[in-house]
């Protein structure tokens, strides 16, 4: 065999076997190497945001042996996939919730803004049906939990016009939908929670949109 540089001198069918070796290799070194990742991406512990199913996926993940060493490490690691790294902290939250302090209230706020931007619960409903009974909802409600670390990562989506976060079922639906929500809604609303800003909803969307400028020339003040 001859080779010169990287220029493979064989014959053809040789050539193309050394390149499928190498996608081979690539595709192996891009995979998830952590088993638990693996799990968390596939869904292999339940759905964490349908409620019939939460607890049991999150008591599953949390059963896996050295789960909360594993499971920080996936929080703590840029690198792996929002996806993993947002259920991480979902269990995390609701067996160990001091993990914040460990890891660091900026990198778990900048993972749940990520996740509202990216739609990561598939719904809208765990994010809180915000001005309609006041409520953030189970997953919303994590801004308030990191406190003031998640101001930053907030204000930095007072300007997204999104609307990819849609509500299932049907009542929740009905009345969710019609509010036509934005990720700036959303963001606005746990705002306000976390500054003790005030803010007033209006169904108009350029009288929403004032109110939110509105709203971001106090948070500057503050």
């Not at 042996?65 to 594993?70: A, R, V």
């Not at 840029?78 to 890891?103: G, M, T, Y």
Request: hydrophobic content about 40%; some cysteine.
């Amino acid at each position: 065999m001859l080779m010169i540089g990287s220029t493979c001198l064989l014959p053809s069918m040789a050539c193309q076997s050394q390149t499928t070796t190498n996608k081979i290799t690539h595709t192996m070194a891009q995979s998830p190497q952590n088993p638990m990742v693996h799990k968390l991406m596939n869904n292999a512990y339940g759905d964490f945001f349908n409620y019939l199913e939460r607890d049991q996926a999150v008591n599953r993940a949390w059963g896996e042996s050295n789960s909360l060493k594993k499971l920080k490490n996936i929080v703590s690691d840029p690198s792996l996939p929002l996806k993993a790294r947002f259920l991480a902290c979902e269990v995390l939250f609701e067996k160990h919730f001091i993990f914040v302090a460990d890891v660091g209230g900026a990198l778990v706020a900048k993972i749940y803004a990520d996740a509202l931007v990216n739609n990561q619960t598939g719904v809208a409903n765990s994010w809180g049906f915000l001005y309609e009974q006041d409520d953030a909802g189970p997953t919303g409600i994590r801004f308030s939990m990191i406190g003031k670390s998640s101001v930053p990562y907030l204000e930095a989506l007072l300007d997204n016009n999104q609307r990819t976060l849609l509500y299932a079922g049907s009542k929740e639906a009905t009345i969710g939908n019609a509010y036509q929500y934005r990720v700036k809604d959303f963001a606005a609303f746990y705002l306000s929670k976390i500054t003790l800003t005030p803010i007033t909803f209006y169904q108009d969307m350029a009288k929403r949109d004032a109110e939110i400028e509105r709203f971001k020339k106090e948070l500057a003040k503050n």
